[in-house]
C-alpha cells in the first residue's frame, strides 16, 4: 500500500528529449513503455568481485569503478507505469517497489543486473515475470513521507526466498548531478538492464532519462535480509547513499545482446 498522494498522468514527455548526456544514441525505434521513480534511496555496499561472479550468469561481465564492484538496495515508488499512448491507472500504475542489483557490462554497453525485483502489486509482477523473465517477487509494502522523511517497509510474500527491509531515509544536502569519471555517475548513470530470456540467452532492455539529481542521504536500516535472500552477505561497512526525489524514464522492448 502506498501512502504517499503521488500523482498520475504528469509525466514529462518533453523531458526525453534531452540525451545530450547519454553514453550511447537512443534507439532509433519508438519506445514501449513510461514510469517515474519516487523518493528512492541509492544504498551500495562494496562486494567481492568473486562473489557476484558466482552469481552473475556467463554472458555478463561484471562491471567496477577503480577496480571495486558493488551491488545495491534501491527502494521507492512507482508511477506512470503504462505502455506508450495509453493513461496511467491507479489500481496498475502506481506501486511501491525494491530492487536489488550490480553493474555488469555485455556488447560494450554498461548496464544493471537484477538479482531481485520486489513489488506492491501482483499483476505487474505477474506480467513482468512472464513477459521479461526479471525475477520480480510480490511484496507486502508500506511507504510514507512526513515531510522529507520516509519510511520504507517491505517483506516479500509467497514461496520465494523470504526478504525483508525496513528503513526510514532522508537527503542531507544539496542536490547535484553526478559528473563522469565519479563513483555516484558509475552506480546511477545507466541506461540499460540485462537479463535472460526463457531460452537462456541474454538479453537488453534499453531506458532513457534525463540525468539523476542526487542527493546525499541517511539512513536508518533496521532491517534488510534482501542481499542475504539473493546469496550474498554484505560487508560490516556502512552503506554509501544517496537520496533522488524523482525521476521519469522510458524503455524499449528487449534486444539480442550482439
Not at 567496477?64 to 499512448?85: C, L
Not at 553526478?178 to 538479453?203: I, M, S, V
Amino acid at each position: 500500500m502506498v501512502g504517499l498522494p503521488y500523482t498520475q498522468n504528469d509525466f514529462p514527455h518533453e523531458a526525453m528529449a534531452i540525451v545530450d548526456h547519454r553514453p550511447w544514441p537512443v534507439p532509433s525505434w519508438p519506445w514501449a513503455m513510461r514510469q517515474s521513480w519516487h523518493d528512492l534511496l541509492f544504498a551500495h555496499w562494496p562486494v567481492r568481485r568473486d562473489l557476484l561472479a558466482a552469481l552473475v550468469p556467463a554472458g555478463f561481465e561484471i562491471d567496477s569503478f577503480d577496480g571495486q564492484t558493488w551491488i545495491g538496495v534501491i527502494p521507492f515508488v512507482m508511477t506512470n507505469v503504462a505502455p506508450r499512448g495509453i493513461p496511467a491507472m491507479a489500481w496498475m500504475s502506481r506501486f511501491p517497489e525494491l530492487n536489488v542489483r550490480t553493474y555488469v557490462c555485455a556488447g560494450g554497453k554498461p548496464g544493471v543486473f537484477f538479482f531481485s525485483l520486489d513489488a506492491a502489486n501482483a499483476l505487474a509482477v505477474m506480467v513482468a515475470r512472464t513477459t521479461l523473465c526479471l525475477p520480480y517477487h510480490r511484496a507486502s509494502i508500506d511507504v510514507e513521507r512526513d515531510h522529507s522523511a520516509v519510511r520504507y517497509r517491505s517483506r516479500r510474500a509467497g514461496a520465494a526466498p523470504q526478504a525483508e527491509f525496513i528503513a526510514a531515509y532522508r537527503p542531507i544536502g544539496a542536490a547535484f548531478r553526478p559528473q563522469p569519471g565519479t563513483l555516484e555517475h558509475f552506480l546511477t548513470e545507466r541506461y540499460c538492464l540485462y537479463a535472460r530470456n526463457r531460452r537462456g540467452r541474454p538479453y537488453r532492455l534499453e531506458i532513457h532519462h534525463p540525468p539523476w539529481s542526487l542527493q546525499p542521504a541517511e539512513a536508518e536500516i533496521a532491517r534488510n535480509s534482501m542481499v542475504s535472500a539473493a546469496g550474498l552477505a554484505l560487508p560490516s561497512t556502512k552503506p554509501l547513499l544517496h537520496f533522488a526525489r524523482r525521476q521519469d524514464a522510458v524503455a524499449w522492448l528487449p534486444s539480442k545482446v550482439p
